[in-house]
């Protein structure tokens, strides 16, 4: 069945091939007869990007994520910000401390003078000035503290641990989705990597087949039009793995951008068959579980909610006012030279109660509840979809013949050798040739869905519940 797929896929009309044919090889006709399509320019820059070339596991690229990522670094200094404001929102509020002195004293015309504090001028009082005028210079201190009240401190503190929190779950749902970008890239480039390999042997097949055709062509066995054919055949090849190469760039960059190499650097990925392996699934009620347990976007969500109803006590623990008490001290300003006083400073809440804050926070614990329910349907809906599409992947995996496309190997080993002994003619070869080419090409983009589709499943969980 799997073969009258495949056949239906790729069969193409020979008469609109014949057409391309003959249009490909008019532009030829400037060649030279023995000439040979090289390769040696087309991959001449990818050679040079190769000078810095390393070979990478997906295991190593994820290790290289978690040291190297600087979103995540950002992320992580994140979090250190939340919790330096932790330990600021536990400090008091500092005393205040007030000094005053009048530094001339206008009746001793002396400055800063501060000796004889008992020693008064009897003239001045004798000539009717109504107090005793004092030599020394006065002097006049205070200390003020708040204490707030409330449980303002508190509300503080465990509002902003809640912030902390946050940022923390914030670091690793972003480390979710930058696995989930990495592995998909990763899978990406393996597919383009195996692709190039495919095309590029096929290159160097079909050189070697033009060789030998081209001696055929000037012994005259073999007519100047086929030789033609195979080198626009090979020409087609060529730009088939420009297009490739171009397409793994738009991956590499950004795998490398996740991991933090450098851009000369060549990635080369590795082909990892025990990720290819058919696994049994739980129960779709069983991963809903585990996605709400391991979620840390849904995990945001929730505290989310909870730092709403924490900031609504905050708010209306501000409704109170604070105490400030003052401790001060005046040395000739009052009605004893040697003044030590109380005092208590405190706000009326006549007019500002904090109403319209309350209110503010009232409205947000209501639309931190919408968007955590929204939240929540959305990652069910997204892991039932995953399951429906991890499922469907792996029956077409599972079911396709692995054996099929080693036989086709060797099968166009048989087909090149039989066209040299012109036992086959050229347009049989030629359609062999390109559907041994997509048939490849489609093996690998299966193998790639299924990978896709177990890292589809994994983020939709929030944990690698398929390796």
Request: glycine content about 4%.
């Amino acid at each position: 069945m799997f073969i009258n797929i495949l056949t239906e896929l790729f069969i193409k009309n020979l008469t609109g091939k014949i057409n391309l044919i003959v249009a490909i090889a008019l532009s030829f006709l400037t060649l030279s007869v023995n000439g040979q399509i090289s390769n040696k320019t087309l991959l001449s820059d990818n050679i040079q990007a190769q000078a810095d070339t390393i070979t990478l596991t997906l295991e190593e690229a994820e290790a290289l994520l978690i040291q190297h990522n600087l979103l995540l670094i950002a992320q992580k200094l994140n979090i250190e910000q939340s919790r330096a404001v932790i330990i600021q929102s536990r400090l008091w509020d500092n005393p205040v401390l007030y000094v005053e002195t009048n530094p001339y004293n206008q009746y001793s015309h002396k400055f800063f003078n501060y000796s004889n504090p008992n020693v008064y001028n009897e003239s001045n009082f004798a000539n009717g000035l109504g107090q005793k005028a004092y030599n020394s210079s006065d002097f006049i201190w205070s200390i003020d503290q708040v204490f707030k009240t409330a449980g303002k401190r508190s509300n503080l503190v465990k509002l902003n641990s809640i912030n902390a929190n946050i940022a923390e779950d914030v670091y690793y749902d972003l480390m979710r989705s930058l696995k989930f970008t990495l592995r998909s890239d990763y899978y990406t480039l393996l597919q383009y990597q195996q692709g190039i390999a495919l095309l590029q042997g096929e290159l160097n097949s079909l050189n070697g087949l033009i060789n030998s055709v081209s001696i055929q062509v000037s012994n005259g066995s073999m007519a100047l039009k086929e030789q033609l054919r195979l080198q626009a055949l090979a020409f087609d090849v060529e730009n088939n793995i420009r297009d490739f190469i171009y397409q793994s760039t738009t991956a590499e960059s950004e795998f490398k951008t996740i991991i933090g190499l450098k851009v000369n650097i060549k990635v080369i990925a590795i082909k990892d068959t025990s990720k290819l392996q058919p696994v049994t699934l739980p129960p779709l009620d069983t991963l809903a579980v585990l996605t709400m347990d391991n979620r840390y976007d849904l995990k945001v969500g929730n505290l989310q909610i909870v730092a709403a109803k924490t900031n609504l006590s905050l708010q209306r623990s501000l409704a109170y006012p604070d105490l400030d008490f003052r401790a001060n001290y005046t040395r000739y300003s009052n009605f004893i030279p040697n003044y030590y006083g109380l005092g208590l400073t405190v706000q009326l809440p006549t007019w500002n109660r904090n109403q319209g804050n309350i209110k503010v926070a009232r409205y947000n614990i209501t639309a931190q509840q919408v968007n955590y329910e929204n939240q929540v349907k959305g990652a069910l809906n997204d892991l039932s979809a995953s399951y429906t599409q991890f499922i469907k992947y792996q029956n077409v995996y599972v079911n396709f013949n692995k054996n099929f496309t080693e036989n086709y190997d060797s099968f166009l080993k048989n087909v090149t050798k039989n066209y040299e002994r012109h036992t086959i003619g050229l347009l049989e070869f030629i359609d062999f040739f390109e559907s041994y080419r997509d048939t490849k090409i489609a093996s690998f983009n299966l193998e790639q869905d299924f990978l896709e589709a177990k890292e589809q499943l994994n983020y939709s969980v929030g944990k690698d519940v398929v390796k």
